[in-house]
């Protein structure tokens, strides 16, 4: 089972789209590559740079780009959600992603099961306030309700001191406690994406 392959996607959410660096989206490469040891393909997208409309549908009508993104999702096995800190919250588009999954709960399987159910996540977390815990469990729990599955240890995250303008991506090197933690999210939740391929579960 170790050698099953799986894919991964990551929905950056930072307030800037690109060209702008990114905070965010460095953490969610790293992320991804610490997946890539672990057997795992991967794909980064930055929600700010595509028109998702705001909703709880899957699909909000002509321009909307969340139906592309949402096959994108359904054709992974593990997604990983990056947001920034902004006023001890996640980022407004972090939020806007959760609320446009809120549309799977309508959408289920022949067994009655969510088209999400047997599909890892991930958190990724960064910011120059406290509030990592916070923003990572207000995502925990919405990820779950929309039918993702959690490892342990299923967040990464780095926070400056409070009140400074230090960046992640403006770190001379990754502090150590993050690149392990990354490494651990990456194992716990590989192994439990492949666990999900190989025991579906049951009828709802």
């Known amino acids: ?71 994108k999702i359904l054709g992974a096995d593990i997604l990983v959600l990056s947001t920034p800190i902004w006023l001890g919250h996640p980022s407004s588009i972090a939020q806007r992603v959760l609320e446009r999954l809120d549309g799977e709960l309508s959408e289920t399987d022949d067994q009655g099961r969510m088209l999400t159910y047997g599909k890892a996540a991930a958190v990724c977390v960064v910011g120059n306030e406290d509030g990592a815990h916070k923003v990572s469990s207000d995502l925990f729990q919405g990820l779950n309700d929309v039918g ?39 194992a716990n939740t590989a192994h439990l994406a492949r666990l999900l391929r190989a025991a579906p579960y049951p009828a709802s």
Request: proline letters at 6%; a negative charge.
């Open 148 to 186: 993702f599955s959690l490892a342990p240890n299923a967040v990464t995250y780095w926070v400056g001191e409070a009140m400074q303008g230090t960046d992640y991506q403006d770190l001379d090197k990754t502090p150590e406690t993050t690149q392990s933690t990354t490494a651990t999210l990456a």
């Open 1 to 71: 089972m170790e050698s099953t392959p799986l894919r991964a996607i990551a929905l950056v959410c930072t307030l800037n789209p690109s060209p702008a660096e990114s905070s965010s989206q460095l953490l969610a490469e790293q992320t991804l590559y610490a997946l890539g040891k672990h057997g795992v393909t991967s794909e980064v997208i930055r929600i700010a740079d595509h028109d998702v409309r705001p909703g709880v549908a899957v699909d909000m009508g002509e321009g909307d780009a969340w139906p592309a993104i949402r096959e």
